[in-house]
């Protein structure tokens, strides 16, 4: 049973940065992929960015250039390093994991493929 705890969010204001990070437990694999998930009040969720099992990152559209997905093997953690946030990234971030090799590349932004969830943490922008 894989476990992900996340931790880093806060409030910030616009402009501000923040960086994410998802402790991870129970893989039974070194392969895996995972990703940053993200729900703001009453809107549905929506992908953020993904790193696959080779590590090649991928990023939804309005994330990029703003957003840096990155992963520490050795400490099983995920990291999202957040810059110039803006009021609309205000959301319960949420992270997610999956054993093995597959997929690869833009897949990994589809939360149907994960089995694992983090509980969120919480990210306030205000202007």
């Known amino acids: 049973q894989v476990q992900l705890v996340e931790s880093g969010g806060g409030s910030v204001q616009a402009g501000g940065s923040l960086r994410l990070s998802c402790a991870a437990s129970?893989?039974?694999?070194?392969?895996?992929?995972m990703g940053w998930f993200r729900q703001g009040q009453g809107k549905e969720r929506e992908a953020v960015a993904g790193?696959?099992?080779?590590?090649?990152?991928s990023y939804a559209d309005s994330m990029k250039g703003r957003f840096t997905i990155s992963q520490d093997n050795a400490k099983n953690t995920l990291y999202l390093q957040m810059h110039n946030l803006k009021p609309e990234d205000t959301a319960l971030y949420y992270c997610?994991?999956?054993?093995?090799?597959?997929?690869?590349?833009?897949?990994?932004?589809?939360?149907?493929?994960?089995?694992?969830w983090g509980q969120g943490t919480q990210v306030t922008v205000s202007s």
């Open positions: 790193i696959d099992s080779f590590g090649r990152t």
């Open positions: 997610a994991a999956r054993n093995g090799r597959r997929p690869y590349g833009l897949d990994t932004l589809n939360a149907l493929i994960y089995p694992w």
């Open positions: 129970g893989f039974t694999s070194s392969s895996r992929c």
